[in-house]
């Protein structure tokens, strides 16, 4: 089965201090990418997404994700993280079989917390 | 702004209790989704459906079934609540291609006592 490994469960960083979530998944074909954002009390939104082109991706509030086929890895980055920041960061992936796409698979999320 | 609403922000049921979770979007989104959210596990997809009356089970279908009479409405019906369904659940919907991007609602947190 197709899975998707996030390596931080909990990351503590200072205001100002850069960031890096780490992304990997098991599907070696075709695959389009994506994270998304929990703040608090709020509903799950789309960050960033990747379907093909420039492997770079870059999203809302300055966030940016790079694709690494050969790693099978979608980090996210941020160079300056900021209090608002503090949320929950869930990479998710869809596998593309043969043209039709199955269903996002998620994984487990990475709780941000910054300190002011 | 799409927006998809779920009836219950918390609800508290009793075990073998059935319980019905009600999802309705705005956007006339064809795909709609149920996942459950627990801490440590991320996502798990429930039920989806691309249509009206149709249904495709996920991940974890069992002790769940679904209704989707209209576009904009889909439910998720618990059967015979259990303790182990104690959760938050999340509805979410998309347009065209199905998972280009999902728009969640605020989650149902549910607990079977």
């Known amino acids: 089965a197709q899975s998707v490994s996030q390596h931080n469960h909990h990351v503590i960083l200072s205001e100002a201090a850069s960031l890096e979530l780490g992304c990997n998944y098991s599907y070696g074909g075709t695959v389009n990418l994506f994270w998304y954002v929990q703040y608090p009390g709020q509903h799950l939104q789309l960050l960033l997404k990747y379907f093909s082109g420039d492997p770079l991706v870059k999203g809302i509030k300055g966030f940016e994700a790079e694709f690494i086929k050969s790693k099978f890895s979608f980090n996210l980055r941020k160079p300056s993280v900021q209090w608002s920041d503090t949320a929950e960061y869930f990479c998710a992936v869809t596998p593309n079989y043969g043209g039709s796409q199955g269903n996002l698979i998620f994984g487990k999320g990475t709780k941000l917390s910054v300190k002011p | 702004d799409v927006k998809v609403t779920q009836s219950s922000r918390y609800l508290v049921k009793r075990t073998g209790e059935k319980v019905f979770l009600e999802c309705v979007q705005d956007m006339d989104h064809e795909n709609m989704f149920w996942y459950r959210q627990d801490p440590g596990l991320g996502l798990r997809l429930i039920y989806f459906?691309?249509?009206?009356?149709?249904?495709e089970k996920g991940d974890i279908p069992e002790g769940y079934s679904v209704s989707r009479e209209k576009k904009e409405r889909f439910s998720l019906i618990l059967e015979s609540a259990s303790t182990n369904q104690t959760s938050m659940y999340l509805c979410a919907s998309s347009l065209g291609r199905p998972n280009e991007k999902l728009f969640f609602g605020s989650g149902t947190q549910l607990s079977v006592l």
């Open positions: 459906s691309y249509d009206v009356k149709m249904k």
